[in-house]
């Protein structure tokens, strides 16, 4: 099983960057995937996930900002980040639940101001 995150990089505050995640080798349906999100020194935290059906959930401070959506058929959730403040700066980790949790293995985001 693996899941391959891609997008992350450097922009300026005000910018956007979509990350993308793909799984591959996961036998069964994946239910919920998501995002989380480490800033260093800082515990890991849930910035949006989506159930399969297609409902979403996001972290009260990047609500209105990002949007998160998957493809099933593809099994691929990408997270679409605008308006991005300095304090998004972190690593991103998507995750698939199926039924056990997968981990990508990050992607590093930076806003700077």
């Known amino acids: 099983v693996q899941l391959q995150a891609s997008g992350g990089g450097m922009v300026q505050a005000g910018g956007s960057l979509r990350l993308s995640c793909a799984a591959s080798g996961i036998i069964f349906s994946i239910n919920d995937m998501g995002w989380y999100r480490q800033a260093p020194g800082n515990q890991r935290e849930l910035v949006a996930d989506i159930t399969r059906g297609g409902r979403a959930n996001y972290e009260d401070s990047v609500k209105g900002r990002f949007t998160i959506s998957r493809d099933n058929a593809k099994n691929t959730v990408t997270l679409q980040m605008n308006s991005l403040k300095p304090e998004d700066t972190a690593v991103y980790y998507c995750?698939?639940?199926?039924?056990?949790?997968?981990w990508g293995q990050g992607t590093l985001v930076t806003v700077s101001s």
């Open positions: 995750y698939a639940q199926a039924p056990y949790v997968y």
